[in-house]
């Protein structure tokens, strides 16, 4: 399968914007306070009926309770709004698993004007 693999390593921050492919599988589990900017570079890079898997999304329960410690603020704020960014666009169709800590999965559904 190596012709078919790429494997890029460093810091996915710096080496997402310089990918140009389309995909139809993002998985997403890094750094929590990234997953906004993570977020948006999966979707620039998304085929239509493509999906992203974001693990740990709900952070050890955090992210649907009123946490609020220093320690975790960020990547719990960020959390939130990488979930909010995926339930409200109407671009997506996500669903939430309350498995180990946490799985989102988002399906492109591509733009209203242009559904079947």
């Keep these: 399968m190596e012709e078919k693999i790429n494997l890029y390593e460093g810091d996915a921050v710096e080496i997402l914007p310089t990918l140009n492919g389309k ?3 993002v998985f ?22 493509g999906i992203i898997f974001a693990d740990n999304i709900l952070y050890k329960g ?4 009123d946490y609020n410690k220093h320690k975790q ?7 939130r709004e990488y979930l909010k960014e995926v339930t409200e666009n109407e671009e997506l169709e996500t669903t939430i698993l309350e498995v180990g800590d946490g799985l989102a999965v988002s399906r492109n559904i591509g733009k209203k004007e242009n559904r079947k």
Excluded: W
């Design 23 to 25: 995909y139809d599988v």
């Design 28 to 49: 997403i589990d890094a750094a929590k306070g990234k997953y906004p900017f993570f977020l948006k570079e999966a979707l620039r890079m998304l085929n239509k009926d």
């Design 62 to 65: 955090y992210v649907l309770s």
């Design 73 to 79: 603020r960020t990547a719990v704020r960020n959390l």
